[in-house]
């Protein structure tokens, strides 16, 4: 069966550093990756997808398949990045997630 | 901008009564998706419907919730009866197709369920 872990319930930073949630998962198969966002107040909403190996917002992600990991980094954290972080992983075909447990990140001022 | 419509945003209800959630997800979004979110933790996947039909539904549990999308648009999702154990926030999700996982989900708002 598969299962994601984020082993860092909250993760506090100062504006300025940089960041890293930590995202492990496994699964037999051949994983698709995501991390997932949730500002407060607002909805849950994809932040990237591991296929697309882009930066939204400033973050990245890298899937490491010897490590089974799929960090989110940002080299310098801003305020507005406070929110809760979900990694999720999909599996085989059909689009179902699998989610970890989250890391709400804290940047201070 | 489209988004996934849910209703209520919050119901309160005593253990052993019956509650219902509606959905309404993005148009021409032909799947649909029901997570339950206990808190501290992630969205667990509870039923997943392309069109009208039920595509996985492996961790619904059977013997109290039940969740239809008769004609492929909007859906309801039930549970009867309530336990105290069912306290937890129910999120509904769209994507245009399946079986694509470079399909994005879109969350609605929630309904965030207390059952005393």
């Known amino acids: 069966a598969q299962r994601v872990t984020q082993p860092e319930k909250l993760l506090s930073v100062f504006k300025g550093a940089p960041v890293e949630l930590k995202c492990n998962y496994s699964y037999s198969g051949s994983p698709e990756l995501f991390w997932y966002v949730q500002y407060s107040r607002q909805r849950l909403q994809l932040l990237l997808r591991h296929i697309s190996r882009e930066s939204i917002k400033g973050f990245t992600a890298d899937l490491n398949k010897g490590e089974t990991s799929f960090h989110l980094k940002k080299p310098f954290a801003q305020e507005e990045d406070s929110a809760m972080y979900y990694c999720?992983?999909?599996?085989?075909?059909?689009?179902?997630?699998?989610f970890g447990g989250g890391t709400r990140l804290m940047v201070k001022p | 901008e489209a988004e996934v419509a849910q209703s209520p945003r919050y119901k309160i209800t005593e253990k052993s009564q019956a509650v219902a959630f509606w959905c309404d997800p993005i148009?021409?979004?032909?799947?649909l998706y029901w997570y339950r979110q206990i808190l501290g933790q992630g969205p667990e996947l509870l039923v997943q419907f392309q069109d009208e039909s039920v595509v996985d539904d492996s961790q619904l549990p059977k013997d109290r919730f039940s969740a239809e999308r008769l004609k492929g648009v909007d859906s309801t999702l039930k549970i009867q009866p309530a336990e105290l154990g069912d306290s937890a926030m129910y999120l509904c999700?769209?994507?245009?197709?399946?079986?694509?996982?470079?399909?994005?989900?879109?969350f609605g708002p929630g309904t965030r369920l207390t059952v005393l």
């Open positions: 999700a769209s994507s245009l197709v399946t079986g694509l996982s470079t399909d994005t989900q879109y």
């Open positions: 999720a992983l999909s599996r085989n075909a059909g689009n179902m997630l699998t």
């Open positions: 148009s021409g979004h032909a799947t």
